[in-house]
Nanobody
């Protein structure tokens, strides 16, 4: 099992930027990919982006492509989400997740989850 701790959320005005961090510990050697999901009030949790841990290959949801960037620091076992040009509709709790094997865009692809960090974008 991998333990994940997110940080970096907060309140920002529309058009602003935030960077989220997710530090991993535990069975990190078994990690294939890490991802960010988000859940807005009254909505289902949705995929935002993932990064393949060894190759750095990434995938983004259409709603954030061109505005958000996922990256990782292998030495620090940390994944980041740089969020630019934020919109009010980006307001959500953002969750970090890790997959040990097959991975993708589904919640069920990820076996380890962080506690979430709130991002609020004001108009």
């Amino acid at each position: 099992q991998v333990q994940l701790v997110e940080s970096g959320g907060g309140l920002v005005q529309a058009g602003g930027s935030l960077r989220l961090s997710c530090a991993a510990s535990g069975r990190t050697f078994s990690r294939a990919a890490m991802a960010w999901f988000r859940q807005a009030p009254g909505k289902e949790r949705e995929f935002v982006t993932y990064i393949h841990w060894s190759s750095g290959a990434t995938l983004y949801a259409d709603s954030v492509s061109g505005r958000f960037t996922i990256s990782r620091d292998i030495a620090k076992n940390t994944v980041y989400l740089q969020m630019n040009m934020l919109k009010p509709e980006d307001t959500a709790v953002y969750y970090c997740a890790a997959a040990s094997g097959q991975y993708g865009v589904r919640i069920s692809d990820y076996g380890s989850w962080g506690q979430g960090t709130q991002v609020t974008v004001s108009s």
